[in-house]
Nanobody, 114 residues
Framework: QVQLVESGGGLVQAGGSLRLSCAASGTDSTINVMAWYRQAPGKQRELVGLISNGNNTMYKDSVKGRFTVSKDSARNMILLQMNNLKPEDTAMYYC????????WGKGTLVTVSS
């Protein structure tokens, strides 16, 4: 059983930056696929950025060039550096891991004021 704990959310003005962290526990094995999703009020959960084995990444189009996903494989930790934040980035951000099945964190709230 894998547990995911996110941190780093908060309130920031438009144009600002935040860095989210997600630490995975419950396994000593390297988790090959980890990702960040987000869900805004009244909207479906959507993929923000994903990183897989070999540090291959993919991003939602609207965050390309502003957000960066990185992974510390030794610690099974994933980071999301968010720059030039916009009010439309406001959402609950969830950490995701795929290790013998899908796992989700409880989320961390990011609020971007205009």
């Amino acid at each position: 059983q894998v547990q995911l704990v996110e941190s780093g959310g908060g309130l920031v003005q438009a144009g600002g930056s935040l860095r989210l962290s997600c630490a995975a526990s419950g396994t000593d094995s390297t988790i090959n696929v980890m990702a960040w999703y987000r869900q805004a009020p009244g909207k479906q959960r959507e993929l923000v950025g994903l990183i897989s084995n070999g540090n291959n990444t993919m991003y939602k189009d609207s965050v390309k060039g502003r957000f960066t996903v990185s992974k510390d494989s030794a610690r099974n930790m994933i980071l999301l550096q968010m720059n030039n934040l916009k009010p439309e980035d406001t959402a609950m951000y969830y950490c995701y891991a795929n290790w013998r099945g899908p796992y989700w964190g409880k989320g961390t709230l990011v609020t971007v004021s205009s």
